[in-house]
């Protein structure tokens, strides 16, 4: 997905398209994970790989984490923190070794962020798969979704699209999504392009458009929101939101510090902040420095689009040195922190925490920084 996306949005910044802008009291939580669980006779295996925002501009987002607790773990929640909880509580109790003679089920679970405007929107790319020990598929979800910040909703196809006035703006529409498509030939002939659209997102002045295809195959289709706004297909209410010429709900009041701290490596162990030795890089501050300036590689697209700044993570510093539950509570665009979450994973183990003498769990602060040469 992200290399496909990675043309669509250099053509954009080269279109003069506005660049996305995050707010700096959002906090994105990086998970990997590749566990097993055991219930009964009953084996799952997760391969998880999620961008999840537990905070966008100091907002906690209960609409939106409603739909992605539903969607990517399949529980009712409104906090990442109890969704995540009541989501590995279903699986059954954590196991390191495969048993035998057990029946063995596969969840791959994805959530990417595409775009944020700050303030306005956030858009994401959400994949689920769920496969039984036979290989065959029980269930998959990918869609994108668009989420409106300011008024906490998660935008569906009525807020946005008309429908069509005659089959003129139909044909118009097709011809649109076939121009903008980026999917195998293959996959494009079992397309069927008259039952889109079925979900988008908003990037900027684009529109991404799922065009559904192979649960491995990333297909959408772009698709300028000028040139739907010319076939008459969008709703005036979206056009003047997208202006920003819409009322925001009043902004509730709410922490943004407390789903930083949420440990999402669930660990049975506490995190210890009154420490007598603080975490240390192999051969100190200067080493550390080294080693990112040495391992970072600047996106192409926050290249193009000119982002510079700086990303601070927060992460845990483990009793063994080695690094768990990568936050991001500094963001500045998808792609930018994304490297900076990348460049932190390849970190060494640490000399960890101390406290009278004893190594413990800790949690310690990153500011990485990107900035462009003048040729660039």
């Known amino acids: 997905m992200r290399n ?5 949005i250099v053509l954009m910044a080269c279109s003069c398209f506005a660049a996305m802008a995050q707010g700096r009291n959002s906090i994105v939580k990086y998970v990997t994970e590749n566990n097993l669980y055991r219930s009964g006779n009953d084996v799952t295996v997760t391969n998880i790989d999620v961008e999840w925002p537990a905070s966008l501009d100091g907002n906690g987002m209960p609409a939106l984490q409603k739909v992605l607790c539903k969607e990517l773990l399949g529980v009712s929640a409104t906090t990442m923190e109890n969704g995540w909880r009541e989501f590995h509580a279903s699986l059954g109790m954590r196991i390191n070794h495969m048993p035998d003679s057990v029946v063995r089920h596969y969840v791959y679970v994805k959530l990417e962020r595409l775009w ?56 118009a529409f097709e011809a649109l999504l076939d121009q903008g498509a980026y999917c195998d030939a293959e996959d494009r002939q079992m397309i069927d392009l008259t039952t889109l659209p079925a979900d988008f997102a908003v990037m900027g ?27 008459g297909l969008l709703k005036h209410g979206f056009v003047k939101w997208l202006e920003g010429k819409t009322k925001s709900k009043p902004k ?31 051969g100190g501050q200067d080493s550390l420095i080294a080693f990112i300036k040495s391992n970072i590689t600047y996106p192409a697209v926050d290249m193009a689009l000119k982002h510079q700044g700086r990303v601070t993570l927060s992460f845990v510093v483990e009793a063994d040195g080695s690094l768990s539950d990568v936050t991001v509570v500094e963001p500045l665009s998808p792609g930018l922190d994304r490297e900076a979450v990348r460049v932190v994973r390849l970190m060494p183990k640490l000399r960890p925490g101390e406290r009278n003498g004893v190594n413990v769990r800790t949690r310690m602060t990153l500011p990485i920084y990107f900035r462009l040469s003048n040729n660039s």
């Open 4 to 8: 496909r996306l990675l043309a669509v």
């Open 116 to 171: 944020q405007e700050n303030g306005r929107y956030a858009s994401f790319y959400l994949k689920r798969q769920e496969v039984g020990q036979d290989g065959v598929q029980k269930a998959e979800l990918k869609k994108f979704i668009t989420y409106d910040i300011a008024n906490d909703k998660v935008l569906n196809l009525d807020d946005v699209f008309n429908e069509y006035v005659d089959e003129n703006t139909r044909v």
């Open 205 to 231: 002045n684009v529109a991404l458009i799922n065009l559904g295809g192979p649960y491995d195959h990333d297909d959408f289709a772009t698709v300028s929101l000028n040139n739907l706004y010319q076939l």
């Open 252 to 282: 509730k009041k709410e922490s943004v510090l407390a789903p930083a701290n949420f440990d999402a490596s669930l660990a049975g162990d506490s995190i210890v902040y009154n420490i007598n030795a603080a975490p240390l890089f192999p």
